[in-house]
């Protein structure tokens, strides 16, 4: 069954440098996703991205972070400066369209020292 | 915000059905009703959806009211292996986010 990959599955940085953290969605799919869950917290949104661009962010995506589509398989979340607040699992998702079912990877726990 | 209210938790027994409520009183015409789950930290994973039919996949069985203010998601057998957090969620046709609430915690006991 096809499924959603992350890389890698624990990151540790030190705060104020930059990650990145990679997806590689389901092939035919052309929706991509960024949530993430603090520890103890609701997931929450970050970003939608379709056609090779963001079609809705929360507040909570501000200029720190960016997303990328750098070649047909992968989909990539940057934040440029990590911050202590940054913790959290990030979970990619991908869905065919913007109605259908989307369908999340197992996450990336980003641990900010 | 979540637009739904579920249960913080419940128990069930192995092998029984297990029956999640949700409400959505405020759901709109053009509003789908979702359930996802969580086990443990893992991605949230899909189970099913639907509009005002009641629905029914591999995974569980989806009962809306006719008034569309509630649903129930029912595990026919539930398994140890069902233990997780059961998100209920309302999304627009068109709505590409998902809303997530706090869900109910379901433990399947042996």
């Known amino acids: 069954e096809p499924e959603v990959t992350q890389t890698p599955s624990h990151q540790v940085t030190q705060m104020g440098q930059e990650v990145i953290l990679r997806c590689v969605p389901i092939?035919?799919?052309?929706?991509f996703y960024w949530y993430r869950q603090i520890l103890g917290q609701k997931v929450e949104f970050l970003v939608s991205f379709y056609n090779n661009e963001i079609s809705e962010k929360s507040e909570i995506f501000d200029d720190q972070f960016s997303v990328e589509r750098p070649d047909g398989s992968n989909f990539t979340l940057k934040i440029r400066s990590t911050k202590l607040e940054d913790s959290a699992m990030y979970f990619c998702?991908?869905?065919?369209?913007?109605?259908?079912?989307?369908?999340f990877g197992q996450g990336t726990r980003l641990t900010v020292v | 915000d979540a637009k739904t209210t579920q249960p913080t938790s419940m128990d069930c027994a192995e092998g029984r059905a297990a029956n999640l409520p949700c409400n959505h009183s405020t759901i709109s015409g053009n509003e789908y009703v979702y359930w996802y789950r969580q086990i443990h930290s893992q991605g949230p994973q899909y189970i099913i959806h639907?509009?005002?039919n009641n629905e029914t996949n591999e995974m569980a069985s989806l009962i809306i009211t006719e008034d569309r203010k509630s649903s129930t998601l029912i595990l026919p057998h539930a398994t140890l292996r069902d233990t997780a957090v059961y998100y209920c969620i309302v999304r627009a046709w068109g709505a590409q986010k998902l809303v997530f609430g706090q869900g109910t915690r379901l433990t399947i006991n042996p």
């Open positions: 998702a991908s869905s065919e369209s913007g109605n259908t079912e989307a369908f």
């Open positions: 639907g509009l005002k």
């Open positions: 092939s035919n799919h052309l929706y």
